[in-house]
């Protein structure tokens, strides 16, 4: 089932990014709640791409089983934006936002995707959404912190560091932050 597909998916993609650089920015993927996906750690690895080309093929069954199934959509696109390729990222993340426009982590990683655009203006608004749509996802709110950051903003950036802080973690029956890879199924 596309449940199934997309979870397998994100099971390759985590044991890729075991071999990638720490990055930056965090983008979210959407899993179900019972999903313990890892973070991020280590160095690039010659198999980081292999196992996230295996997660982009697994994704993309999820997705053929169901066109309009948004973690699937959203999951493709953290691999795309992974691998460098903003505009399949952009492309998936807007075809997860049409599927389920309340998706906390499709509006971050869509904002991951507008800074590698160097649209900095469309990824605080889209940063600003994921936080108000989800406030327990710490990601955002440090991601945010992040942007403030590199833009020369040290009040904002301190403020939502803050937040970051003081965001209590979420209950059991809700997506929870897992370092860079957080489940972030719609909070409807």
Same mark, same amino acid.
């Given at each position: 089932s596309r449940e199934v597909l997309s979870t397998v998916g994100v099971a390759y993609h985590k044991e890729a990014l075991r071999y990638a650089r720490e990055p930056e920015f965090r983008h979210l993927l959407v899993v179900d709640a019972a999903?313990? +996906? #890892?973070?991020?750690?280590g160095v690039e690895h010659p198999v980081f791409k292999r196992f996230l080309d295996r997660a982009v093929q697994y994704y993309t069954? +999820?997705?053929?089983a169901d066109p309009a199934y948004a973690p699937a959509l959203n999951n493709l696109a953290a691999a795309y934006l992974d691998l460098g390729d903003r505009d399949l990222a952009r492309g998936y993340v807007n075809r997860a936002l049409r599927a389920d =426009?309340? #998706?906390a982590s499709a509006y971050n990683n869509r904002a991951l995707a507008a800074i590698?655009?160097? %649209?900095v203006r469309r990824a605080e608004e889209d940063f600003l959404t994921a936080a108000r749509l989800a406030p327990g996802l710490r990601d955002v709110v440090l991601? #945010?912190?992040?942007l403030y950051e590199k833009q020369g903003r040290p @009040? %904002? +950036?301190r403020r939502? /560091? /803050?937040?970051?802080?003081a965001t =209590? =973690?979420? =209950? @059991?029956a809700t997506p929870e932050s897992l370092g860079g890879v957080t489940p972030g199924i719609s909070q409807a």
């Open positions: 999903t313990r +996906a #890892l973070g991020f750690r069954q +999820a997705v053929n =426009p309340t #998706l590698q655009a160097g %649209d991601n #945010l912190s992040r @009040e %904002d +950036a939502w /560091a /803050a937040r970051a802080q =209590p =973690p979420a =209950p @059991e």
